[in-house]
């Protein structure tokens, strides 16, 4: 063999030796509400979402932590032996109403590992971008929003303590699913209320698994994480539900139907989502449409596309009639750019 091969395979092998041991989800060990900080995981993210409809305005940003995937190779010597760190990136997806406006901004810092991931409190950043745990909270300030979060409940844990399946991969998840949010966000003053993520696990998303996830709020005072897998072939894997009391206490919602009302084919990806949706259940009916329809996701090194954006809805809720607002999130799945 040659001397070069050798030598890679040498310093792959002492480059792994010095990699962090990660570890995926066991679900016979469900996570703590209060875990924010990272986590060894394959792959992590934190959310913030937040529709603001007294502003006419809308945002989702994202901070994510990966290790280069298992199994994959690198010019024949595995991936993860040559890259045995995090790589981090950011998106903001900012939808004006106003102005019929939907912006996308992201950052990344392969190959530099530029971003800061710390914890106790927790503390984010890259490149000027940085969400960080403060005494009443956590502050957000990433380019055009600069908004501090004051959660109004306690953080939740999703019954049963992950999201996915064996098949699609699982991810730990715990939320603070209702925020006071104020501060500037475009150049405008607002204020609104937010909602929080935070998931870990070995889920390969947006390949292995493909979804589409609702976190909204309820004019009664509850709010509701609902969401379902999908196989890359489209195949339905999981459907579950959050119901977060008033109170903040966290319960399993049985759904019986979620149904696609109204899709929305990309002029760019040819991908098509279901945007509009009847969701149901006992005791309890929800009809949740798009506020916006051109809110497609196209990030930089991503796989997959996805749909981003504020909805709208309506509905009955255990026995009254509820308004409902927040964010939808719908996975198209690969397309070629």
Known sequence: ????????????????????????????????????????????????SAYLPESDLAFHWAFFKYYAPEGYRVLGLPARALFPYAFASQ????????????????????????ATVRGSPLYLELEGWRFEQTR???????????????PQKPPVVHPPGWSGTAETGRMYYVSYTRAELRGAVAGREVRGTAWIDHQWGEQMSGV?????????HLSSGDDLMLYRIRDPRGRVKALHATRVHPSGRAERLEVERMEPLAWWTSP?????????????????????????LKQEI???????AYWEGPVEGFGSWFGREVRVWGMGEFVGGRYRR
């Not at 509009?276 to 798009?290: F, M, N, S, T």
Request: hydrophobic share 50%; charged share 25%; net charge positive.
């Open 298 to 304: 196209r990030g930089t090194g991503l796989p997959v």
């Open 136 to 150: 009443r909270g956590f502050r957000l300030a990433a380019g055009p929003v600069d908004v501090e979060l004051i």
């Open 268 to 292: 760019v990806t040819g991908l098509r989502y279901a945007v509009a949706w009847r969701v149901a259940g006992k005791d309890w009916a929800l009809e949740l449409r798009p506020v916006r």
């Open 208 to 216: 292995a698994a493909l979804w589409d996830w609702y976190g909204v």
């Open 1 to 48: 063999m040659p001397r070069a091969f050798w030598i890679g395979l040498t310093l792959a092998l002492l480059l792994t030796a010095c990699a962090p041991r990660l570890q995926g989800v066991d679900p016979s060990h469900p996570p703590r509400p209060d875990q924010w900080d990272p986590q060894p995981a394959p792959v992590e993210w934190w959310y913030v």
């Open 91 to 114: 998106h903001l997806a900012l939808t004006d109403l106003r102005a019929d406006r939907f912006r996308f901004l992201e950052r990344h810092d392969f190959p530099a590992l530029k």
